[in-house]
């Protein structure tokens, strides 16, 4: 639907008068109406690398959720302040994995006297205190777009690897690029006793994977993938690593939201393509390529919907309040967490 003509004049009114006091970014998942604001778009880790690009920006306006309005905090210097349009902009995978679980998961391991050559791995989409974890522990973050490469210097540090929170991003890099087997891979569950797990099979294990996942990837099941094969012959299926295993063994394609947009700007005049990642980026990029046949990979409709709490009425309050003197929701990461979880985003920033 068309943005209310009103809003978006004062959206631009706003944002002119905040000039370049403010900095808005946008996450590709993030619906049409805020995505024309944002100063820069981007998947996670681009996100996270350009949170720092504007030194001289007091507001920092994140529209995406609120792990990555944490990391841009936790980035970014002291005089600018990040702010998250809409509180609820969370993530419900990030959500499955507490510190209190992790922490007592790593005594798991310890007990298990393997704690010494395991290396965490987490996944962006984690709040500050397991990035903190990971930190400490001399682990790194990855995003869907480096995690083979955090995975490869990993192993380079330590024997095995706790991969938090995307069981799925975790097996199907270990699968597809690790070349690792899935009898490799254990899965830890927070809520059983020693996540589920004998100490024989942990120590057996090269990769201990968290039991989260995304519920809007979740959902692309393989019957989508040969329902879309069967509907449209001839077509290329891309999908997101955060999809289940079959579904991204099943895929043609497998990458970050912005190897996907990369791919279908390369991709030949006529050909099809089922793209199995949130909705409003599908549909961007069906928009953005009327020469391509370019559809979602389910029949359903799969938007995420804290992704999406982010609109334009949030927005506009956000910048509206700023050009009024009020900073709304700023989100902080208190300076112990902070230091270990920038270790960690370092490290991954570092990795080559
Ligand atoms: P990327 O933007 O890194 O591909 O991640 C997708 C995602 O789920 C962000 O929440
Ligand atoms: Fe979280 Fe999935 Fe939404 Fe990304 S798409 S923010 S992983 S719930």
Redesign the pocket.
Known sequence: AASDPDLVERARAAKATLGDRVFILGHH?QRDEVIEFADVTGDSFKLARDAAARPEAEYIVFCG?HFMAESADILTGPAQQVILPDLAAG????DMATAEQVAECWDVLTDAGIADVTVPVSYM?SSADIKAFTGKHGGTICTSSNAERALEWAFEQGQKVLFLP?QHLGRNTAVREMGLSLDDCVLYNPHKPNGGLTEQQLRDAKMILWRGH????GRFSLDSVNDVRARIPGVTVLVHP?CKHEVVSAADMVGSTEYIIKALDAAEPGSKWAIGT?LNLVRRLAKAHPDKEVVFLDRAVCF????NRIDLPHLVWALESLVEGRVPNVITVDPETEKYAKAALDRMLALP
Not at 214 to 217: D, T
């Open positions: 998942y959720v993530c419900s995978m990030a989409n995307d995304c519920s809007v990837h955060e949130e995420c919907s804290t992704m």
